[in-house]
């Protein structure tokens, strides 16, 4: 990727509107004429779907939420990225993405042989 190009896509990343539609996550322009261009030139749809992704998207099962916060809920059991509705809860800790805990176990495993 050239670097005009990984620049646009950072900046499309960083403005784009974020949201869940039809129980997926995606990045939208919301009529912006300026986001519209950049996606047309990243040869992106509008909107743009995207499938689960470590440190993007909620770590709880079924949540296609994008990440909000990190760590807030749930601290004692591991470190979890959370959307909003995830982060402020008051509830239990629900189950957690596969992907997630494998995450968790993984850096269990390096504190182990370093500790």
């Given amino acids: 990727m050239n670097n005009y190009k990984a620049a646009l896509e950072d900046m499309v990343w960083q403005f784009a509107y974020r949201g869940v539609k039809n129980g997926k996550s ?6 912006l004429s300026a986001l519209e261009l950049a996606f047309e030139a990243l040869g992106w749809s509008d909107p743009k779907y995207f499938e689960d992704m470590d440190g993007a998207i909620c770590d709880v099962e079924g949540c296609a939420g994008w990440v909000t916060s990190g760590g807030i809920n749930w601290r004692e ?26 995450k968790e176990a993984r850096k269990k495993e390096v504190r182990k042989l370093e500790g």
């Fill in 26 to 31: 995606v990045l939208y322009t919301a009529g």
């Fill in 77 to 102: 059991t591991g470190y979890w990225c959370l959307c909003h509705e995830h982060g402020f809860s008051k509830e239990p800790q629900p189950k957690m993405k596969q992907r997630a805990m494998d």
